[in-house]
Structure formats: C-alpha cells, structure tokens
C-alpha cells in the first residue's frame, strides 16, 4: 500500500544534540512537507520541498535543515540551535498538480 | 503566512446532535478549502475538500463555503463518539502550500 514513513515513532534527545527524523514516500509525490505541531496549536510549516534538490524554508525553520537527495525522502534535521524543539513533527506529501496533503504517523520529539 | 482562524473553544456535543465548526480565512484569491480531522496523539486525516460556493455533502459531513464572506463551515450530523477529535481546517496558499488553522476540539458525549 502507498503511504508515508516516518521513523522513529519516539525519539528523546538531550540538549545539545543534533536529531534526524526520517521520511519516506511511495506515493511518487513531487512534494514534501515538514510541520511541526504543539499542544493546542494548528500546524506549522518548517520546510517545503516541489522537486529533488531543492527545498524552501517554511515559517519557522530557524535551527532545523533538510535535504531532498531522492523523490522518495525528505529528512528533517533538528539542529541543538532549535531552541525548543520538543514537539510533534508530521511530514508530508502532495502532487504537484495540488490536491490533498498526506500525512505520515508523525514522530514526537522530547528533549530531556 | 496565509491567516487562517478558528476561533471557537472546545464544542461540547450530545449523542446524535449536530456539531457545527467555522473557519476564516484572510485570501480572497483562495479557491480550495480542505477538512482535516485529528485524533490524539494522531496525524491529521481528509474528511472533506470543496471548492464552490455551497454546499459539499458526503455521508454524515456537510462542508460549506461562502467565498465571498470568506468562511467555510463544517457540520457533523447525527454526532458519534468516534467524532470526538480536533477538527483542522486548511486553505491553500503560494507554492503548493498550506495553511491550518488551530483547530476545533469537538467532544461527543454519549
């Protein structure tokens, strides 16, 4: 079945660290999205990529960088910049032709 | 950043009445409007997507959307317990991007 991969489902992080979320897609989308969303808040947008090797930054990307290396994969790096980064991360696919967002499971960030 | 707005608090619902969310958004230029719901601790899923004036029904979900007063409203008819969720509404903006809202949390009480 088509869908959207993200890894890991939980992640704990000191402060400090730099963490990678995983994000993968079969659904032969152009493209890719990264929100992040906090307790009683919408969604935001972090990062947005339309095509491989190239990417956009969102609203809020300060201290986080991605790469889009494959059609398939869109990491999200949260850098020890961020400042408080935990949260619940959702990544994201669409066609270039528009239409709707699909989500991965999400992965929730901690820092301990 | 497009403003989209849900304003309203947590909607209490009984069993079987009808829940009724509102969304603003600020572009005029906006054609298409999507319904997400969310349940905890879950990632966002489509219940409905409408793009004319009026109204969009499918199964116990009623989008409507009056653009030139520049809202969309969902109704939820005949509540159940498994409609108690956050309910995002998006508008679509720039470069193939989204815009959420807050959201509505709605709860059904059985």
């Known amino acids: 079945d088509g869908g959207i991969t993200q890894s890991p489902k939980y992640l704990f992080r000191k402060e400090g660290q730099n963490v990678t979320l995983s994000c993968e897609q079969n659904?032969?989308?152009?493209?890719m999205y990264w929100y992040r969303q906090d307790p009683g808040q919408g969604l935001r947008l972090i990062y947005y990529?339309?095509?491989?090797?190239?990417?956009q930054k969102g609203d809020i990307a300060e201290g986080y960088s991605v790469s889009r290396e494959k059609k398939e994969s869109f990491p999200l790096t949260v850098t020890s910049a961020q400042k408080n980064p935990t949260a619940f991360y959702l990544c994201?696919?669409?066609?270039?032709?528009?239409?709707?967002?699909?989500f991965g499971e999400g992965s929730r960030l901690t820092v301990l | 950043q497009k403003e989209v707005e849900q304003n309203s608090g947590p909607l209490s619902v009984p069993e079987g009445a009808i829940a009724s969310l509102n969304c603003t958004y600020s572009?005029?230029?906006?054609?298409?409007f999507f319904w997400y719901r969310q349940y905890s601790g879950k990632s966002p899923e489509l219940i409905m997507f409408?793009?004319?004036?009026g109204d969009k029904e499918d199964g116990r979900f009623t989008a409507q959307l009056n653009k030139a007063s520049q809202y969309v409203s969902l109704l939820i008819r005949d509540s159940q317990p498994s409609d108690s969720a956050t309910y995002l509404c998006?508008?679509?903006?720039?470069?193939?991007?989204?815009?959420f809202g807050k959201g509505n949390q709605v709860v059904v009480i059985p």
């Open positions: 659904l032969n989308h152009d493209a």
């Open positions: 572009d005029r230029g906006s054609q298409s």
């Open positions: 994201a696919s669409r066609s270039g032709g528009g239409g709707e967002l699909f």
């Open positions: 990529s339309q095509i491989v090797n190239d990417f």
């Open positions: 409408i793009y004319s004036n």
């Open positions: 998006a508008v679509p903006y720039g470069n193939n991007r989204l815009a």
